[in-house]
């Protein structure tokens, strides 16, 4: 498999690559930073070196050529969701939102054909690529993302040479500039005061300050439901403000899916509040406001890792990405760039953050607890959260798919609409970990079930092939010690999933609890894509009833059976071994074990249906008249 490479952040040695899905690169875990050497030039600066700096500053400046133009386009198609969503065009949206996830390695491929038509750098120079390193970081002096341009000049050298070329001396293996105190041409958040002006006003202001293209169907109704909830939100009372209280609101909208999102924070002292705004477009030339999401809980919800990308106009994402992190506590700056659809700079920034780790703990990266996979091997670092999931070599029967497969569907959930329900995973290629840091169980079962995959070099396990995602607790593993209630709420939430993402398009094939987990939230997310197919290729069919009562005594069905088949009235005997659960599951989900439900899901996908799955709770969303009750 060729790397494609992005982010690779160097390391000495055999570091991270970047794999076809897109995302950055990594390190030789555990190894010691080597800086760069400095220049000191005395005297005269000779001929040679004089035009060596100058070949090295037109590298540097294609390089950035490159960079300039893949976020010019990415921000021109960021930009058009505020009229797909004015239009109500929400299949232009999804599309878009797959072109936009392609961008950056077409716009690599680019820079580097370039850069092989004009100049003559086949052989790696170590000595110039220091200089075009040092070049492009003064190119970067008054650039307004260094850090995304920084991933891409990683991206581009290391797709360029071999592996055992990567050095921290030739790339960015730190951030080369800060982006603390970057700005746009327009401040990114506005400050609004309600003790002062007035909480109606003020909140008026705020939503007419979002210009989402559309009038708002019924502004003071929306206002008189946000103020209704704040004053009896036991988080934030309005009557114990304190002097200077104020709400800043993010410039730029969110878009994603069918909603527009107004982001912002109160600032109460020394506390912060996070809240978010949805709007929806009623269909009928107007907006209106359908929640106010305030618990931090919900609000990091909406950035989920289990969610389509947002789509938000900005020129600066550092300083979105700064403002999110003060309301959302429990994410990362990976996680956070990755939401707002730069998935490189997502990449590159857990890199870093994992590195850190890894230097600051001792214990081993051991196999993943929970029922071991056909096509997977997953391991994981107790003391991180996250999985690493590798493709074995061979899949036991019955599994009848390829390794090449896999990754096409693990590169379809990446590009579908997530709806909430299924685990975003990072993809790289040469990965390279201690050796030290992997348990002998772990060792052993990789040069089982992957030997193809793996490589040991020194004191360092290369894996040329991995997945990374959030780890969950096992669905199966949960209902083992869940409580009654527990119990309720987590096959509420399994059912929900298989519906949910049935709607948007996906049936996950293999349903067992093994291929679920659930999150510190108590929601259910589907992780396991080998056998997940388009919603339009099943085909839902009733058991036929038996001719004969001998029929129902056979060993083997009466009826023919066809490769996409599927029987829902099935899924009660294949996947509940316990009655209680059998019971309950029935009771709260009895469409999902009958044909003509899945079918009529069907029909609705055909007709172009676009599922209406809000990531937030059914009964956050705010009342509307009936006669004003259009969307």
């Known amino acids: 498999m060729p790397p494609l490479l992005s982010a690779q952040l160097g390391w000495p040695a055999s570091p991270w690559q970047d794999s076809a899905a897109g995302g950055a690169g990594g390190p030789v875990f555990g190894a010691q930073v080597q800086d760069p050497p400095t220049r000191d030039y005395p005297g005269a600066v000779p001929a040679d070196m004089w035009e060596g700096a100058l070949l090295a500053r037109s590298i540097a400046e294609t390089i950035l050529k490159g960079f300039d133009k893949h976020f010019r386009i990415f921000r021109e198609i ?59 970081m003064g190119l970067l002096y008054e650039h307004r993302q260094p850090e995304l341009a920084e991933t891409f ?9 071999d592996r055992q070329y990567f050095n921290n001396r030739h790339i960015f293996v730190r951030p080369g500039l800060s982006t603390a105190y970057l700005e746009g ?18 909140l008026e202001e705020i939503l007419k300050s979002a210009d989402v293209g559309l009038p708002f169907e019924n502004i003071r109704r929306d206002v ?27 410039t730029p909208v969110f878009y994603r899916n069918k909603a527009a999102y107004i982001v912002g924070r109160a600032v109460n002292g020394p506390e912060r509040f996070p809240f978010i705004i949805p709007l929806l477009n009623n269909e009928h030339g107007g907006v209106y406001v359908d929640a106010l999401v305030l618990d931090t809980d ?66 081993q990266l ?30 036991r029967p019955p599994k009848e798919i390829t390794r090449d497969e896999v990754m096409a569907k693990y590169q379809i959930v990446k590009q579908h609409d997530r709806v909430g329900r299924m685990a975003d995973t990072w993809e790289f290629s040469y990965a390279a970990f201690p050796l030290e840091r992997f348990s002998e169980e772990l060792l052993e079962e990789l040069q089982q079930e992957a030997p193809s995959l793996i490589d040991i070099e020194g004191d360092q396990m290369i894996i040329r092939h991995l997945y990374i995602e959030r780890r969950l607790v096992p669905l199966n593993l949960y209902l083992e010690s869940a409580s009654e209630e527990e119990t309720v709420h987590v096959l509420q939430e399994y059912g929900d999933a298989i519906q949910q993402m049935a ?32 919603m339009e290729a099943v085909s839902f069919r009733h058991i036929p009833p038996p001719r004969f009562p001998e029929d129902e005594m056979a060993s083997e069905p009466w009826y023919s059976v066809g490769p996409n088949d599927v029987f829902p009235e099935e899924f009660q005997t294949f996947l509940f071994s316990k009655p209680d659960q059998r019971r309950v599951f029935s009771r709260l989900h009895p469409g999902l074990l009958d044909a003509d439900y899945w079918a009529g899901l069907q029909e609705t996908i055909r007709q172009g249906g676009f599922p209406d799955i809000f990531p937030y709770a059914q009964e956050k969303r705010f009342p509307r008249p009936k006669k004003e009750n259009r969307s």
């Open 78 to 136: 960021s930009r058009k969701a505020r009229e797909y969503f004015v239009s109500c065009n929400w299949t232009a949206g999804r599309e878009a939102t797959r072109e936009r996830i392609s961008l950056y390695d077409l716009r690599v491929q680019e820079a580097i054909e370039e850069l092989q038509a004009r100049f003559d750098i086949a052989e790696l120079d170590p000595a110039l690529w220091q200089e075009i390193k040092l070049q492009y």
């Open 185 to 202: 041409e327009r401040p990114v958040y506005r400050s609004y005061y309600p003790t002062r002006n007035g909480w109606r006003r003020t």
């Open 503 to 534: 709607a948007a398009g996906i049936f996950p094939g293999d349903l067992l609890f093994k291929n679920f987990g659930v999150t510190r939230h108590g929601r259910v997310i589907f992780y396991d894509y080998d056998e997940i197919v388009p």
């Open 153 to 161: 000049y990683n991206s581009v050298f290391c797709r360029m040479y």
């Open 298 to 363: 919900d609000v990091a919800n909406l950035f989920s890792f289990a969610r389509a990308y947002f789509m938000v106009e900005c020129v600066v994402p550092s300083t979105l990405v700064s403002f999110l992190l003060s309301i959302l506590p429990s994410k990362s700056a990976a996680d956070l760039y990755t939401s707002i659809g730069f998935h490189k700079q997502g990449k590159a920034e857990f890199y870093r953050d994992f590195l850190h780790h890894l230097g600051h703990s001792t214990d």
């Open 224 to 250: 008189r439901n946000i103020v209704h909830l704040l004053r009896h939100h036991p988080g934030l009372p309005i009557g114990a403000l304190r002097q200077h209280f104020q709400l800043q609101v993010l």
């Open 366 to 395: 051991i196999v993943a607890p929970g029922i071991k996979g056909m096509v997977m091997s997953v391991f994981t670092l107790p003391s991180y959260p996250y999985v690493f999931k590798v493709i074995k070599d061979r899949f």
